[in-house]
T-cell receptor, first 114, second 113 residues
Framework: DAGVTQTPRHEVAEKGQTIILKCEPVSGHNDLFWYRQTKIQGLELLSYFRSKSLMEDGGAFKDRFKAEMLNSSFSTLKIQPTEPKDSAVYLC????????????FGPGTRLTVL | QQKVQQSPESLSVPEGGMASLNCTSSDRNFQYFWWYRQHSGEGPKALMSIFSDGDKKEGRFTAHLNKASLHVSLHIRDSQPSDSALYFCAASERTQVVGQLTFGSGTRLQVYA
């Protein structure tokens, strides 16, 4: 079975650029999550979709971060414009949904903003 | 204050030894708990879940939940070098959006030969 796929694995951007990260969830999963991981803040939820509907938009991340789920098998996370403090690993996860559901994570995209 | 707090921040145990990781919640709404493990360069992977008071054992891993004290622990017996990783405790609330998890800051485990 294919797991969660994320592309690219590494991204280097100049300050002010727009970058788009991509995620393909596990086939048949209803829930999709975007997280940001840093050593200081740990895992922070950016967005949460259930059956393609946005359930949680991550509050503090609203202004420059936008996640979309174009169809049940593809999601993007756009950061516009990028800032050096956005340097982090961005993780995508999917699950069948519900309180008991395991989240399956992709390998992540490491973003470096210069 | 983080709603899910983990201790210790890092832990070093000898191969074959026992590793004990702790997690405490400050929110009584948390009902469902998970342990995730993340090896370097990979995404986190679920180890086990625990939803009821008491112990749950899966192979070398045993989780313990005490809902009254909001304390969850993970014990790894016969630790192996491949267990060296970052371990996260995660919880979901009864009242929050279904399916959403709150993660602790992690415990870094190093198993040495």
């Amino acid at each position: 079975d294919a797991g969660v796929t994320q592309t690219p694995r590494h991204e280097v951007a100049e300050k002010g650029q727009t970058i788009i990260l991509k995620c393909e969830p596990v086939s048949g999963h209803n829930d999709l999550f975007w997280y940001r991981q840093t050593k200081i803040q740990g895992l922070e939820l950016l967005s949460y979709f259930r059956s393609k509907s946005l359930m949680e938009d991550g509050g503090a991340f609203k202004d420059r971060f936008k996640a979309e789920m174009l169809n049940s098998s593809f999601s993007t996370l756009k950061i516009q414009p990028t800032e050096p403090k956005d340097s982090a690993v961005y993780l995508c996860a999917s699950s069948l949904g519900g309180n008991y559901a395991e989240q399956f994570f992709g390998p992540g995209t490491r973003l470096t903003v210069l | 204050q983080q709603k899910v707090q983990q201790s210790p921040e890092s832990l070093s145990v000898p191969e074959g030894g026992m590793a004990s990781l702790n997690c405490t919640s400050s929110d009584r709404n948390f009902q469902y708990f998970w342990w995730y493990r993340q090896h370097s360069g990979e995404g986190p992977k679920a180890l086990m879940s625990i939803f009821s008071d008491g112990d749950k054992k899966e192979g070398r891993f045993t989780a313990h939940l005490n809902k009254a004290s909001l304390h969850v622990s993970l014990h790894i017996r016969d630790s192996q070098p491949s267990d060296s990783a970052l371990y996260f405790c995660a919880a979901s609330e009864r009242t929050q959006v279904v399916g959403q998890l709150t993660f602790g800051s992690g415990t870094r485990l190093q198993v040495y030969a």
